[in-house]
């Protein structure tokens, strides 16, 4: 028999629907500085709607960027304190004449909801909001102490609520962390990501000569920059996509066999994966290793642009002074960012060719995660999901990295329970991103169920 609470989601779904739709309506692209409005609107929003549905203290916490969306209610003598987290930044919807409706008019089509932040992660936040809702009116409190906190600045990395949860440990003392921005493995299959990957992101810059010069009279002579940096980058892997970076993979743990074994279990077909998610000619990695070890279990190292030079329409027949690459890593469990970083940078200097001056910048990094699945949380997630789903709740590790994660760990001592109801197809970060109406409905019951199964 359903509690009340969840009785009175499945009676308010429509509304919880169009609130959702509301909030995805607002642009709030974070790295863009036009839409800096935007994103304060989706925060007060957020906290608006915190106050109405009975949290206390709600508020905006001001950083040097986005603010923060902080609330709690703290009643609940001696049972955990979970501290939700979520985001309600979103990227920018370029290119706009991929998308079959408008990016920020949410559309409801073939049993999803369409728009820009539908899965990543406005439509899991009010998931999370709209469950707090439900146990407050049903039972008139919460079965465990809550603090939420959202941030504006995820999707440019998450520096502001990095600062802030570093200064404020107790303030934010909190059992565990509710996390919803991953997804489940395939479509009606109840998962939780248990690891993920850490990452650095980072800048080489090459200098060549004081300023460009004309390539006919001084071609041959004078160093390339851009030529410097392809040739720095093509020594940073082998054609098999193995890192040269001596050392490397010193500290790297493979998973366990009954890990791995899990992983061989879960419905994934590498083939379709090619086909349906990469859209690739072929897959490419170390060899030896399933995609999903390579993904999940593996470091990788690529690149992301070379801005710099001239790229305009005809020709320019210059050598460019300088050039620049954006590359980043993404970590396993028991590497360091701090570590990785000083590999790179050192190697990165030695293999330089002669005659540029080369500069390796960190920009940001966030570290690895990777939680026991007997934590007592994750097991009272696997009962709620289970019960919801009717299936039993596979584990998963996501190649991708969440930075405040481990700032949770690290300043907060709580690990991270990372409940998403996303899907692998709904497009994050690219035209035509979407969320499964019933994964949005069904997340929101098995949200109910895992805070009152996490309160026993």
């Avoid at 999707?155 to 962390?177: M, R």
């Avoid at 801005?307 to 970590?331: D, N, W, Y």
């Avoid at 007997?374 to 584990?395: C, H, M, S």
Wanted: charge should be negative; glycine fraction near 10%.
């Amino acid at each position: 028999m359903a509690s009340a609470a969840v009785e009175y989601a499945r009676r308010n779904h429509a509304r919880f629907l169009d609130e959702m739709k509301a909030l995805l309506r607002i642009p709030s692209i974070s790295t863009l500085p036009e839409h800096q409005g935007d994103c304060r609107k989706a925060a007060q929003r957020l906290a608006d709607a915190l106050k109405r549905v009975g949290m206390e203290n709600a508020r905006l916490i001001e950083t040097e960027g986005h603010p923060l969306v902080y609330a709690d209610w703290l009643h609940a003598a001696g049972k955990p304190t979970v501290l939700v987290y979520g985001h309600y930044d979103v990227q920018p919807p370029d290119p706009l004449d991929e998308w079959l409706s408008p990016p920020f008019e949410p559309t409801e089509r073939d049993g999803n909801i369409y728009a820009r932040g539908a899965a990543d992660d406005k439509g899991q936040v009010c998931a999370q909001l709209c469950a707090l809702e439900s146990l407050l009116a049903a039972d008139g409190r919460l079965p465990l102490n809550v603090r939420v906190l959202l941030e504006g600045e995820e999707e440019v990395g998450g520096e502001g609520i990095a600062g802030y949860v570093a200064s404020k440990p107790g303030e934010l003392k909190s059992d565990f962390a509710l996390i919803c921005d991953t997804e489940m493995f395939a479509p009606g299959l109840p998962t939780l990501c248990v690891g993920l990957r850490g990452m650095i992101y980072t800048e080489i810059d090459v200098r060549g000569a004081r300023t460009d010069l004309h390539s006919g009279m001084y071609g041959g002579a004078a160093p390339n920059p851009f030529v410097a940096l392809a040739q720095i980058i093509a020594r940073l892997k082998d054609e098999d996509g193995r890192i040269l970076i001596r050392h490397f993979y010193d500290d790297v743990v493979a998973p366990s066999p009954e890990e791995l074994a899990a992983w061989s279990s879960l419905p994934f077909n590498e083939e379709e994966y090619r086909k349906a998610e990469v859209g690739s000619r072929e897959l490419v990695g170390e060899p030896g290793y399933s995609v999903l070890e390579r993904t999940w279990a593996r470091p990788s190292l690529d690149v992301h642009g070379m801005p710099g030079g001239f790229t305009g329409a005809g020709a320019k027949t210059v050598i460019p002074a300088r050039a620049q690459a954006k590359v980043s890593m993404r970590l396993v469990p028991n590497m360091t960012p701090a570590k990785a970083f000083a590999q790179f940078k050192s190697y990165v200097q030695e293999v330089a060719p002669a005659g540029v001056d080369v500069e390796v910048r960190l920009i940001h990094s966030g570290d690895t995660c990777l939680t026991p699945v007997d934590n007592p949380y994750i097991q009272a997630a696997t009962r709620a999901l289970g019960e919801v789903w009717g299936k039993e709740t596979v584990f998963i590790r996501s190649g991708g990295s969440i930075p405040i994660v481990g700032d949770f760990a690290r300043h907060l001592g709580a690990p991270s329970v990372m409940m998403g109801f996303g899907l692998p197809d709904d497009q994050i970060h690219a035209p035509n991103e979407k969320f499964s109406l019933q994964n949005f409905k069904l997340g929101i019951e098995s949200l109910i169920r895992f805070l009152e199964e996490a309160a026993r």
